[in-house]
């Protein structure tokens, strides 16, 4: 499993060309390197690429419902690195440092689901190995956020491998895609922007470990669809708790024009290093 093949990428090929349903193909490369936060300071981060170039926003992966998913995971680390998508592959596979790993996983379910690396659990998805995959079949405008919190200190410690005491975590960066206020607002796929009577298709996984609880101004959203709470959807709200390691997919239709935040109801998530507004905190633009 975890030796490439010099055949795998043409078995891939043939595999595409043979198989009824389609097949979505993503090369992930595991890449450390450092975050860099909306301060300026550099953290010690992993994250999953869709090239050999690091970045710190893990990818949105696309697919449609029904569809073959195949990746291709490198691990350009010297750690050993395990791979799972939560929800729809039954258990992790294992990157040994600098190998290869093939992953498939067939007939994809609707959803919004946290693609991840289970290894040693918070470790490695909190030091940033945590990413979104989106099946969706519908063409509405469609933005992704991923969430994550971070404290700046176990970064470093993770980085030395030094293990970390997370009964003592205190998280004091708070990123959407990697990013923060304001720098969130220049991501095309986090900005949410629309019209009046559109309907946008907000995309939300919690890659973090605490929960945060959105609130969103002037307008309520539909959950239609809840990873943790699937008796939730059809609920109408302004603010929601998203809970680690969960997903959920809401539906805005804008009822009047206007530049409304949306933003984590927890006053702490707002700061970076204790500077405020630069925390989880994005605005919704809507044309009239
Ligand atoms: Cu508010």
Not at 178 to 192: L, M, Q, Y
Not at 249 to 272: F, M, S
């Amino acid at each position: 499993m975890n030796k490439v093949k010099w055949y795998l990428p043409i078995f891939i090929v043939f595999y595409s060309i043979c198989a009824q349903s389609t097949i979505v193909h993503y090369n992930l490369f595991v890449i450390q390197d450092s975050m860099l936060t909306v301060n300026g300071e550099k953290l010690p981060y992993v994250s999953y690429n869709l090239t050999n170039h690091f970045r710190q926003e893990n990818p949105i992966l696309n697919a449609r419902v029904g569809d073959t998913l195949t990746l291709l995971i490198h691990n350009r680390t010297n750690n050993v690195h395990q791979f799972q998508i939560q929800g729809l592959s039954k258990s992790p596979i294992e990157i040994l440092p600098k190998d290869t790993a093939f992953v498939e996983v067939k007939r994809l379910l609707e959803g919004a689901f946290i693609y991840f690396d289970p290894y040693d659990f918070p470790v490695n998805s909190y030091f940033g190995l945590s990413g979104m995959l989106v099946v969706k079949n519908h063409s509405h405008k469609s933005f992704y956020w991923n969430l994550k919190d971070h404290q700046y200190a176990l970064n470093f410690q993770l980085s030395e491998g030094t293990s970390v005491d997370w009964a003592l975590y205190e998280p004091n960066l708070f990123t959407i895609n990697g990013k923060s206020n304001p720098d969130i607002n220049i991501d095309s796929d986090a900005k949410v922007i629309g019209s009046v009577g559109d309907t946008l298709v907000i995309h939300i996984t919690n890659t973090g470990l605490g929960i945060h609880s959105l609130h969103f101004h002037g307008y309520h959203v539909e959950i239609v669809y809840s990873s943790k709470f699937p008796n939730h959807v059809g609920r109408k709200k302004d603010t929601l708790p998203i809970h680690p390691m969960a997903s959920m997919i809401l539906q805005l239709i804008p009822d009047k024009p206007g530049e409304y935040p949306v933003h984590d109801h927890n006053l702490a998530a707002l700061r970076a290093n204790k500077k405020y507004p630069k925390g989880m905190f994005t605005t919704l633009s809507i044309d009239p």
